[in-house]
């Protein structure tokens, strides 16, 4: 399905005829463009001018305009900006965003752990932008989030953002209420406090909903339920899309019950049915599985209990010095796991449980996807060890590991993530009129995804630069 448009060919033609050369146009000659729609066309050609795409197609469907800037990458792989779905701005990539998990006041006081991750936003930008992901959904953080849709939208060094701000929940995880400023969770036990909850969100502009719905003891299952459909009711009248945490194949058909529109994960405790297939198609949801975020919450608690500082899998550069520092800090808290927290047993018993869900999931993906439903590639980023940026290329090949195609992931971490954050009308795929966002691969990702590793460059809003000068190191 190639529906080329050549908006700049049809202008200077049909309208102005012979017009002088427009100099501000770009034209990428020569690679294989890999458009996000499934449609690839060998020595393509991708007109440019200023942040807009304004031809994507054959040399014959885009005429290049004289004095044009061309640059020829023959032999190189053109697709959309990747999409990263699930993502914290509120969260480091190490312990220190997430106290519930291990608390080590002392060493990283979350308060300002809080405040500096408000305060420098920039750095997971350039992560995501150094890695090839252009837009990325925040699914749940401390209220400022939210001011990071307008602030990124247009920035060259930031990517696009989607933030649903504060979760709504009935878990209580005092650890991640830093202050009345820089707080994760709203409430939801009461009628009352689930109306307010979602008053505030609207007020604050959030751009969806996030309920975090953790499996709910069985005595109050019921009540928790009739709470999430409430939930989902005010939502709707607030204009404001339902996504859920729901990593239990019940409480997942609960949230798509309620109207959810995004599950933020996978189902991993059992196999999905087909009526939990049929809730996400009546819904036209999105699935957004994350295969990696537990292995690597297991591989951070390891590290730390036998203090060994993780290795990182960082190719291109990406993760900032500061969160290097802090992944080597593994002394300093081992002291704080207690002595039944460090035994091998224990994290024998992590991994096995991680390598049993795993399995859950891959199965599951495979039965979402054969059912046609829209999958978005999602990291979790910003959980210890799921780097901003760099996890999105362990996330794509967990799930070619999984046994999706190669082509399919490309599409799932462009345009599908573009759905998710229903922003496909102005990017994820390439087509005339929509945003120039987009990268420039070494090797071919219908192939292998890996391939995304090959990154040489990355153009946001028009902007071309190669990928080192977006690397912290080089
Ligand atoms: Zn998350």
């Excluded at 890695?131 to 953080?141: C, H, K, L, P, Y």
């Excluded at 999105?286 to 295969?291: G, I």
């Excluded at 704080?336 to 869900?357: D, I, M, N, Q």
């Excluded at 590639?377 to 799930?399: K, Q, V």
Aim: aromatic share 6%; glycine share 8%; with cysteine.
């Amino acid at each position: 399905m190639n529906r080329p448009l050549c908006l700049l060919a049809l202008g200077l033609l049909g309208v102005i005829g012979a017009a002088p050369a427009h100099a501000q146009t770009t034209a990428l000659i020569g690679a294989t463009v890999i458009d996000g729609t499934g449609a690839t066309t060998p020595r393509g050609v991708v007109l440019v001018e200023g942040d807009r795409l304004t031809c994507v197609g054959t040399a014959d469907e885009c005429h290049v305009p004289s004095g044009a800037n061309e640059i020829d990458l023959t032999g190189r792989f053109i697709t959309p900006g990747l999409v990263d779905a699930h993502v914290h701005f509120s969260q480091t990539g190490w312990v220190d965003g997430r106290p519930d998990g291990l608390l080590a006041p002392e060493i990283y006081p979350y308060i300002e752990t809080s405040e500096y991750n408000r305060d420098h936003p920039e750095r997971w930008h350039q992560s995501y932008l150094c890695s090839g992901i252009t837009a990325v959904f925040d699914v749940g953080g401390h209220p400022w989030t939210t001011g990071l849709s307008s602030s990124s939208e247009d920035d060259a060094n930031a990517a696009h953002v989607r933030a649903a701000g504060p979760l709504i929940t009935h878990a209580t995880r005092t650890a991640l209420m830093a202050n009345e400023d820089l707080y994760t969770f709203l409430p939801m036990d009461t009628r009352a406090e689930v109306s307010e909850s979602v008053r505030q969100l609207a007020a604050m502009g959030s751009g969806a909903v996030k309920v975090w719905y953790l499996r709910p003891p069985a005595d109050r299952r019921e009540e928790l339920d009739a709470r999430l459909m409430q939930v989902g009711e005010e939502a709707r009248s607030a204009g404001l899309d339902l996504i859920v945490h729901a990593t239990s194949l019940r409480e997942a058909k609960m949230a798509l019950r309620a109207g959810a529109k995004l599950l933020v994960h996978s189902v991993e405790d059992q196999p999905v049915d087909g009526e939990f297939l049929e809730l996400l198609q009546r819904n036209d949801a999105v699935y957004a599985p994350t295969l990696v975020v537990g292995g690597f919450w297991t591989r951070a608690r390891g590290s730390i209990a036998i203090n060994q500082p993780p290795e990182i899998d960082d190719p291109n550069g990406c993760v900032d010095p500061g969160t290097r520092a802090k992944l080597r800090q593994t002394a300093e808290l081992q002291a704080l796991v207690p002595e039944a927290g460090r035994s091998p047993e224990r994290f024998y018993a992590g991994l096995e449980r991680v390598g049993r869900a795993r399995s859950v999931m891959a199965d599951n993906i495979r039965r979402v996807h054969e059912a046609g439903v829209t999958i978005a590639t999602a990291t979790d980023a910003g959980n210890p060890l799921t780097l901003h940026g760099p996890s999105i290329y362990t996330e794509m090949e967990a799930m070619q590991a999984a046994g999706l195609e190669a082509s399919d992931i490309v599409i799932m971490s462009t345009r599908n993530g573009a759905i998710a954050m229903n922003r496909l009308d102005d990017f994820g795929t390439l087509e005339a009129g929509k945003l120039a966002d987009l990268i420039v691969l070494a090797e071919n990702p219908n192939d292998d995804v890996r391939a995304f590793r090959s990154l040489t460059h990355v153009m946001r809003a028009g902007l071309l630069r190669e990928q080192k000068e977006l690397a912290f190191r080089q």
